[in-house]
């Protein structure tokens, strides 16, 4: 079963800081996911990426950019945090299959507060 | 509307009880998946498909493509069974998932 973790799993940022966070997976999955998830919605797709060195906007990308520096690595970084920004951020990493369709495994989550 | 619909937003089943939870989306999607989301936050995945049905132990998920639908149906319901579930459906070829709102189930003894 694929691996997918994540850092911090905890994090308090003040508005105007930044903030990386980090996901590692070890199942040499093509793709990558990062999500948010607040009270009231189901999880949201910021950005994602289909291999080292790409990197897609999702629905909601305002506000991040994310970095794919190797197939194991997959960051998300907040520029200029915003308390809007308060939410649980979720990696996810999936199979990449033509024509068809890939599952995809979630990390723990991190709880990012910015105050 | 939204492109995820689930249903109910939230149940209540007593142990031992069934029952069903129901994921409708607008267009044709190319795959389902669920989660169970745990008290401590935690998604788990329970099913994956692409098409039909598929059964794991007292689940058991059907994926209807056409009719734009697919369920979760839980028989002999235990408390570890408390959680919020989440659908999630995949368009395109791209890999992404669109979630649902999610169901609150809340399992009593």
């Known amino acids: 079963e694929a691996a997918v973790t994540q850092s911090p799993r905890n994090k308090v940022a003040v508005t105007g800081g930044k903030v990386t966070l980090s996901c590692n997976q070890t199942?040499?999955?093509?793709?990558m996911y990062w999500y948010r998830q607040d009270t009231g919605h189901g999880l949201r797709l910021i950005h994602y990426?289909?291999?080292?060195?790409?990197?897609e906007k999702g629905d909601i990308p305002d506000g991040y950019k994310a970095s794919r520096p190797s197939q194991e690595n997959f960051s998300l970084i907040l520029e200029l945090a915003t308390p809007s920004q308060t939410s649980v951020y979720f990696c996810a990493s999936g199979d990449a299959r033509a024509g068809g369709i890939a599952e995809q495994f979630f990390g723990p989550g991190t709880r990012l507060t910015v105050l | 509307g939204m492109p995820v619909e689930q249903n109910p937003p939230a149940l209540s089943l007593y142990e031992g009880a069934e029952s069903g939870l129901r994921c409708n989306f607008s267009t044709t999607m190319k795959g389902v998946q669920w989660f169970q989301q745990n008290h401590r936050g935690r998604l788990i995945t329970l099913f994956y498909l692409a098409q039909g049905t598929k059964e794991n132990g007292r689940l058991k998920s059907t994926f209807n493509s056409k009719e734009r639908y697919s369920t979760l149906h839980i028989k002999d319901a235990q408390l570890e069974d408390s959680g919020t579930y989440f659908c999630a459906v995949e368009e395109g070829n791209q890999g992404k998932l669109i979630f649902g709102q999610g169901t609150k189930l809340s399992i009593k003894p």
């Open positions: 990426s289909y291999g080292a060195g790409s990197t």
């Open positions: 199942n040499n999955h093509n793709n």
